[in-house]
């Protein structure tokens, strides 16, 4: 008997699923059109059982709702960002945390390898890499080439840098550009170790050092 | 008088001392008896009853209302956790703990516009709303908005007059451009409060 009623609850669990994803994605309804939000919601119910999450591309088609762009553009942005978040959880491991495989998406669009994730992922296994992977990102916006950006941003982690540091870095980049550097080599610049206490963080490894971040033995 | 361990007399005694004393012969047979008629303890005998198969019946009446309550409880638990997130990263933050809210940074984002009518905010973090989150404007057209957001990294973009989105010039863009209006980002990393922004 108890088999039974294991097999009518998987049953009515199974036929209750579809509800729990349509209230996920509550939040396109009257922001789409129904052939657009059914897309949309066809693409995140297919993608969620390979653990990408909904929220980044529930945003994506608010984005372009919000924006006026039509339906298909709407849902070709929200099938890019699919594959963009699914790459990045294949790089960076099934317990990346949502915020990580957002900015981890960011910095493959940017140009990053998903080695690069790798890597700064099996170094780090157990720290948040979404800062990391984001300033890469931002500083390839600026127009620092892809492999620059990486390197400078692995040193900087192995080097122990605080999160808002790596964020001040980036700003002193920004800054170097808008005065005229090339984008490549201010981030290589900036990166060396000798120039870290004037790539504006200067409060952690001028003044009290942290201690290293944590590798994997 | 003083004994000495050399001393033959006293070495007698103390073998003699140091010897058992002899015990009857079934001694260790009766121990062992007794030790086997002692009741288990009371762990040890929800241990055993825990590991031991039992038959339940229920009938198919049961059996139904059970499966169906339990159905009731996954869609009702499930629908409640689907609510809670289907109202955004925004809502989230709202509901949740004290220790996370605490995680959180307040960036002020901030935007020069002298002639703009109106000017919101809108972005990842309030699923791209052009009027739920409306800027302050001072009197020299600054307009601001401090928004509490934990660590990560969101796009964004300044409404202005509600119908023209601005991207924030002060701050990266995000690489590529899906809809043909390029956004900003803003990153958050733990710590101090911050302020991001541009002029129009």
Redesign the interface.
């Known amino acids: 008997m108890s088999v039974r009623i294991l097999g009518l609850t998987a049953v009515l669990g199974a036929l209750a699923l579809p509800a729990l994803a349509n209230a996920q994605t509550d939040r396109l309804t009257g922001r789409l059109d129904e052939r657009t939000r059914a897309a949309v919601t066809g693409i995140v119910d297919s993608v969620r059982g390979a653990g990408v999450p909904a929220d980044p591309l529930v945003n994506k088609a608010l984005e372009g709702a919000s924006k006026g762009a039509d339906g298909a553009r709407i849902v070709a942005a929200v099938r890019a960002l699919a594959a963009d978040l699914g790459r990045a959880r294949a790089a960076l491991g099934a317990r990346s945390t949502e915020p990580e495989l957002v900015a981890g998406a960011a910095a493959l669009r940017a140009g990053a390898s998903p080695a690069f994730l790798a890597r700064l992922r099996g170094d780090y296994p157990r720290e948040a890499l979404v800062v990391p992977l984001a300033v890469m990102a931002d500083l390839v916006a600026r127009g620092v080439p892809a492999d620059t950006a990486a390197q400078a941003v692995l040193a900087l982690v192995q080097a122990g840098v605080r999160e808002a540091d790596l964020v001040a870095f980036r700003q002193s980049v920004e800054r170097d550009i808008a005065l005229g550097a090339p984008a490549g080599a201010a981030a290589a610049v900036r990166a060396t170790a000798g120039d870290l206490a004037t790539a504006g963080v200067p409060s952690t490894l001028g003044q009290t050092p942290p201690p290293p971040r944590p590798r994997k033995p | 008088m003083h004994g000495s361990a050399e001393d033959p007399l006293v070495a007698r005694i103390v073998a003699e001392l140091r010897r058992p004393p002899p015990a009857h012969p079934d001694f260790d047979a009766r121990v062992m008896a007794a030790v086997r008629r002692a009741p288990p303890s009371l762990p040890a005998r929800t241990w055993t009853w825990l590991r031991e198969p039992r038959t339940?019946?229920?009938s198919p009446l049961s059996?139904?209302a059970?499966?169906?309550g339990?159905?009731a409880l996954?869609?009702v638990g499930?629908?409640a956790a689907?609510?809670s997130?289907?109202?955004?990263?925004t809502a989230r933050m709202a509901a949740a703990p004290a220790a996370e809210r605490d995680a959180q940074t307040l960036v002020t984002f901030v935007f020069m516009a002298p002639g703009a009518q109106s000017v919101a905010l809108?972005g990842?973090f309030d699923?791209?709303?052009?009027a739920r989150m409306p800027m302050r404007r001072d009197a020299s057209g600054l307009w601001t908005l401090d928004v509490p957001l934990?660590?990560?990294?969101y796009?964004y973009a300044f409404v202005v007059d509600g119908r023209r989105?601005v991207p924030d010039p002060a701050a990266?863009?995000?690489?590529?451009d899906?809809?043909?209006?390029p956004?900003s980002?803003v990153?958050v990393?733990?710590?101090?409060p911050r302020a991001v922004g541009g002029s129009l």
Do not use: C, H, K, N
């Not at chain 2, 699923?127 to 052009?130: A, L, N, P, S």
């Not at chain 2, 934990?150 to 990294?153: A, C, E, L, M, V």
């Open positions: 339940l019946a229920v059996g139904l059970v499966a169906a339990l159905a996954f869609i499930g629908w689907a609510r997130g289907a109202a955004g990263r809108a990842d699923g791209w709303d052009r934990p660590p990560g990294r796009q989105f990266p863009r995000a690489v590529g899906d809809f043909g209006q956004t980002v990153t990393a733990g710590g101090a």
